[in-house]
């Protein structure tokens, strides 16, 4: 594949920005380079433009070279940056596999991009031909998220394969969930197919969604293209400090997720149980999407009770859905109490 071919023509010429930071990589004491207060403690320094130290550590967890890692403010930082990097305003376009990520579609449309759609089929998986299809000329990009968000499956792997081998452009693959689960993903891919890219998250998993950590991985010449774009210190000194610390103790992250994980099959049992519900949708991800009578009360019910549920009622093939995220066991406790509650009202109820 010719990713220069793919890449609009100014962002392949653009000369990037270069900050006092990254023309000096050496040793030294006194830093008189980047117009600096030299009198505040911690912060005043500029954060390291490449984020060196935090691409080492996360090379070690995902067995990647760092070369081949970009960090971003966020994830969603990295889509709008490849949306823009690939998409030349008002006459390429993307495709997106709907019920998805909202963000897809909105960063196309912040950037006067068209956004493609095939739907999923009943069962959640893609459509090959149907996608196959619908790409034109101008489709650069196709994000496929896997686990999906918010129906909690992944993809299977021959769709994914078949689309790549018959789609040249860019394919981003959104593994927000990858940790939750038993799938090995699509990092091992990006060696052969040089129009992939991988994304991943410290908001959920690691449960640090509020430094905004976002990681893109592909070959040299993607990550290269993200980093030349990007805002020169998009990831803050706190960011990357804290990021460092939370990646530090992986035992404890996979006791974490472990325990999300079997809450997650707890609260499933549970919800099948009860009377009024239909339907749980088989989840890889720190969420069930749920199918039920009634939904839309019962997600008005919840929250009068101070219990917050996303209501995808409306969202395409999640009819009577509600979206609901695994917490501690004892708000799911809470949780399950609750439904069960307006679940006996609604049988005392019928005629
Ligand atoms: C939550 C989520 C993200 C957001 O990631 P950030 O790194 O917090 O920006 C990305 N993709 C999907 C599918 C998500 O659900």
Known sequence: ???????????????????????????????????????????????????LKLKDRLSEIKHIVPDRIFIGN???????????IFCEPDKDNIIIFPPTYGM????????NVKTIKSSL???YQINTSDALSKINA??????IC?????????MKRSDVLHFIKNFNGITVIDEAYIDFSDGPGYSDWIDQNPGLIILQTLSKAWGAAGIRLGIAMSNEVVIGLLNKVKPPYNVNSLSQQRALEVLSDEADFNARVNQIKR???RVAESLLSMELVRKVHPSEANFLLVEMDRAAQLFRYLREKGVVIR??????????CLRITIGLPQENDRLLEEIGIFDNQESANKP
């Not at 966020?74 to 823009?84: F, T, V």
């Not at 101008?138 to 994000?143: D, N």
Request: net charge negative; hydrophobic share 30%; proline share 5%.
């Open 263 to 265: 809450e997650r099959e």
């Open 1 to 51: 594949m010719d990713i220069k071919a793919l890449v609009r023509e100014s962002i392949w010429n653009l000369q990037g920005y270069s900050s006092a930071r990254h023309e000096y990589d050496g040793v030294a004491d006194i830093f008189l380079d980047a117009n600096e207060n030299p009198y505040q403690s911690e912060i005043n320094r500029y954060p390291d433009p490449f984020q």
């Open 104 to 111: 897809y579609k909105v960063s196309a449309d912040i950037n």
């Open 146 to 154: 896997s686990p999906n968000n918010p129906t909690g499956n992944i």
């Open 121 to 123: 089929t009943a069962d």
């Open 74 to 84: 966020g994830s969603d930082e990295a889509i709008d940056l490849i949306i823009r």
């Open 138 to 143: 101008h489709t650069k990009v196709a994000f």
């Open 311 to 320: 209501d995808r009622t409306r969202t395409h093939l999640c009819n009577d």
